[in-house]
């Protein structure tokens, strides 16, 4: 019998490594409009951009265009931290990931933070719940990685969200000062100075980078790497594009910011869509950990058997596994990508 449990908390710490492999992978690969910006800028790299381009005809490289695409395509390389090729995220790549969330914090901050984190959840573990030291430490290590990695990627989420909801109204101040007359260079400032929120400091920071005599491609090239948003990397490319071949940057820009609100309604309404099969996902996911709650105010002698009994712990690791699998499924059906 002894035998029979040791090798089911080996099998279960096996399984817990693995899933933890799998998170750190996850936290290493970049998103859905990551990959989209990528085969965007490869496009840009092959066409140059440009209208009627053949994808078989490369253009001349020293092209500024192709020299922000070549800069920004490199800087999605560096963030992506080497894919699968390494399980462990790179420092820059949780650099980037608090600079997008918007915290003024250090990678060895976050790190310490993980660590309490682990430290307290392998306490909780071992003395309170009474697991094994495998299962503890498994379980310990999963939460010092989950959570911080949750907490910095809703973050960045809520901040991008933010960030897209002002890009229209400074693309339309970038509009009417170009029609004003006012160099591009003056319109991203007034951006900085008028607008607030997110949008606001990362127009600042492009202002700033052009004012000691970094290019604007370059200097926008470095903003699409902290925001990693396909609708800003457009303004960047439809910049980059114009300053090289001309025409009318005004009506350029005015296509894209009715395009992006555009986006911004299909997304909306998707949301709203979606709305009822998200409550339903968070009642019914919230359901067992109520009723365990009033089990234990209740009836702490009954429900106990789940925490104290070997046969306990299979059910409740069988239900946590099963809960888990059901929000990824109702979290896939519930998103779209467009």
Known sequence: MIELLQANSLLLGGLCIVLILVIMALMTMGSADERRLQKR???????????????????????????????????????EGGGMGSLLPSVDLLTLKLERAGLNISVSTMLIIAAGLALFALLLFALVLKLGFLVSLTGALAVGIALPSYFVSSAGKKRGARFLKDLPDAIDLIVRSVKSGLPVSEAIFAISRDLKGPAAVEFTKISDQMRIGIPLEDAFARSVRRIGLSDFAFLSISLSITQETGGNL????????????LRQQMHLKIHALTSEARASAIIVGSLPFLVVGALMVLNPDYINTLFTDPTGHKVLYFAGGSLGLGFLVMGKLVRFDF
């Open 41 to 79: 800028l490869s496009q840009v790299a092959v066409t140059g951009g440009l209208p009627g381009a053949k994808p078989g005809k490369k253009s001349d490289p020293s092209s500024p265009t192709l020299k922000a695409a070549a800069n920004q395509r490199r800087a999605s390389k560096a963030a």
């Open 250 to 261: 005004g009506e350029t820009l005015t296509n894209l910011s009715r395009l992006l609100r």
